[in-house]
């Protein structure tokens, strides 16, 4: 899935011999109150992975790598330097991944940024459907031949991918049957999923930054990033909840005569009330969208003051030509529609979908802007614009 907002997955790649070793790995615990340990294994928004350290090697676990998923990944990551030094069962984890890791093939586009601002976006070599990225530094590695195009993600070109020789694939799914991958496998190239799509709190999509800090051997510095992210966007929401106006909002927009909405549970929701806004449909359940028909939004939503994220649309004119229900409602009328439709990359790939995961702040900042005029005046919004 690109550019949808089930966001696509990175897919990792590993080495080939270590599939042999087979006994006991000895354990040699790291001290609980390690430095090491404090710097990136702490996991504190997240709910879909965890790292812990076995012995001298950290281990990532995948717990939620698609929604409703019955069973966790588990990782090791282990530096080539003491690789030959340690043995196990060859069950032990679904996947082993050696560092220094040199190659990558990644599968969605909302990891991009995170390989961007560790400073590793060389590792990569390889991703389904290019022209979806946005990154400008990505679009002149690709522009150069050094990220070659693989395809569809659920279709990998398999013959090109195993030409590129990753050391890891980042595999995105929405459930555990992808032949592509297993065909990836028993070629000894090991898929590593993430599923940092699958939350449901703004900070715990970007925390899955320290996913790729473990691996890349970045742990500090994701876990600094991370950290003022997280700053940035819990002062942004504490400057909103101060306000004692909450204007009500709605979302979403028609598709073949069914409108879909952000239910509320969901990210979309958790922005909107963090950022002060009274989401009218804020008492629904499901971290998924709702399926509903034009009369029961026009009941409920005629009178909301703002229209966040009218799905596709980018101008009131191409919104009325599609329905002319939508001239019904308030917001409309008013001209408080906000999309971030109109904010594209390069190839007309749309950057919230890519980096909007790992920058909840400025998402967050984008609609206290709109929503509470009076608090962040000077501020210029990053991806949600009012529509043309």
Same mark, same amino acid.
């Given at each position: 899935?690109?550019?949808?907002?089930?966001?696509?997955?990175?897919?990792?790649?590993?080495?080939?011999?270590?599939?042999?070793?087979?006994?006991?790995?000895?354990?040699?615990?790291?001290?609980?109150?390690?430095? %090491?340990?404090?710097?990136?294994?702490?996991?504190?928004?997240?709910?879909?992975?965890?790292?812990?350290?076995?012995?001298?090697?950290?281990?990532?676990?995948?717990?939620?790598?698609?929604?409703?998923?019955?069973?966790?990944?588990?990782?090791?990551?282990?530096?080539?330097?003491?690789?030959?030094?340690?043995?196990?069962?060859?069950?032990?984890?679904?996947?082993?991944?050696?560092?220094?890791?040199?190659?990558?093939?990644?599968?969605?586009?909302?990891?991009?940024?995170?390989? !961007? %601002?560790?400073?590793?976006?060389?590792?990569?070599?390889?991703?389904?459907?290019?022209?979806?990225?946005?990154?400008?530094?990505?679009? !002149?590695?690709?522009?150069?031949?050094?990220?070659?195009?693989?395809?569809?993600?659920?279709?990998?070109?398999?013959?090109?991918?195993?030409?590129?020789?990753?050391?890891?694939?980042?595999?995105?799914?929405?459930?555990?049957?992808?032949?592509?991958?297993?065909?990836?496998?028993?070629?000894?190239?090991?898929?590593?999923?993430?599923?940092?799509?699958?939350?449901?709190?703004?900070?715990?999509?970007?925390?899955?930054?320290?996913?790729?800090?473990?691996?890349?051997?970045?742990?500090?510095?994701?876990?600094?990033?991370?950290?003022?992210?997280?700053?940035?966007?819990?002062?942004?929401?504490?400057?909103?909840?101060?306000?004692?106006?909450?204007?009500?909002?709605?979302?979403?927009?028609?598709?073949?005569?069914?409108?879909?909405?952000?239910?509320?549970?969901?990210?979309?929701?958790?922005?909107?009330?963090?950022?002060?806004?009274?989401?009218?449909?804020?008492?629904?359940?499901?971290?998924?969208?709702?399926?509903?028909?034009?009369?029961?939004?026009?009941?409920?939503?005629?009178?909301?003051?703002?229209?966040?994220?009218?799905?596709?649309?980018?101008?009131?004119?191409?919104?009325?030509?599609?329905?002319?229900?939508?001239?019904?409602?308030?917001?409309?009328?008013?001209?408080?529609?906000?999309?971030?439709?109109?904010?594209?990359?390069?190839?007309?790939?749309?950057?919230?979908?890519?980096?909007?995961?790992?920058?909840?702040?400025?998402?967050?900042?984008?609609?206290?802007?709109?929503?509470?005029?009076?608090?962040?005046?000077?501020?210029?919004?990053?991806?949600?614009?009012?529509?043309?």
């Amino acid at each position: 899935m690109k550019q949808t907002f089930t966001i696509l997955l990175f897919a990792l790649a590993i080495v080939l011999f270590f599939n042999a070793c087979k006994s006991d790995v000895k354990k040699e615990q790291l001290p609980t109150n390690s430095k %090491s340990q404090q710097s990136f294994l702490k996991v504190a928004y997240a709910d879909g992975f965890s790292i812990d350290i076995n012995g001298n090697y950290p281990i990532i676990k995948v717990n939620k790598p698609w929604p409703g998923a019955e069973q966790a990944f588990t990782y090791a990551v282990i530096p080539d330097s003491i690789l030959p030094t340690i043995t196990f069962p060859a069950d032990a984890y679904d996947a082993v991944i050696t560092t220094p890791i040199k190659k990558l093939v990644v599968t969605s586009t909302t990891h991009i940024p995170a390989l !961007e %601002s560790l400073g590793e976006l060389d590792k990569l070599v390889g991703f389904p459907d290019t022209k979806y990225i946005s990154s400008m530094p990505a679009r !002149e590695r690709i522009k150069k031949g050094l990220i070659k195009e693989l395809g569809q993600n659920e279709k990998l070109n398999t013959e090109m991918t195993i030409a590129l020789q990753p050391d890891v694939i980042i595999g995105f799914s929405i459930d555990n049957q992808n032949s592509t991958y297993s065909t990836l496998e028993q070629a000894n190239i090991p898929v590593v999923y993430n599923g940092d799509w699958a939350e449901t709190h703004p900070l715990g999509k970007a925390e899955w930054i320290k996913f790729f800090g473990v691996l890349l051997g970045k742990e500090k510095q994701a876990d600094s990033i991370f950290t003022q992210i997280a700053k940035d966007y819990n002062a942004t929401k504490k400057l909103a909840q101060n306000k004692t106006n909450n204007p009500t909002v709605i979302s979403g927009a028609l598709y073949k005569d069914v409108w879909y909405m952000p239910t509320g549970e969901s990210w979309a929701a958790k922005f909107i009330a963090d950022a002060g806004g009274n989401y009218l449909y804020k008492d629904t359940k499901g971290n998924g969208s709702l399926a509903l028909s034009v009369e029961a939004v026009l009941q409920k939503g005629t009178q909301a003051d703002y229209w966040i994220g009218p799905a596709q649309f980018t101008a009131y004119q191409e919104m009325n030509a599609a329905n002319p229900h939508y001239q019904q409602f308030k917001a409309f009328t008013d001209k408080k529609v906000y999309t971030f439709s109109n904010t594209k990359g390069l190839t007309g790939g749309l950057l919230y979908y890519e980096l909007a995961p790992q920058r909840p702040d400025l998402v967050l900042k984008d609609l206290v802007h709109w929503l509470h005029p009076d608090l962040l005046p000077n501020y210029s919004p990053y991806f949600f614009t009012p529509l043309q």
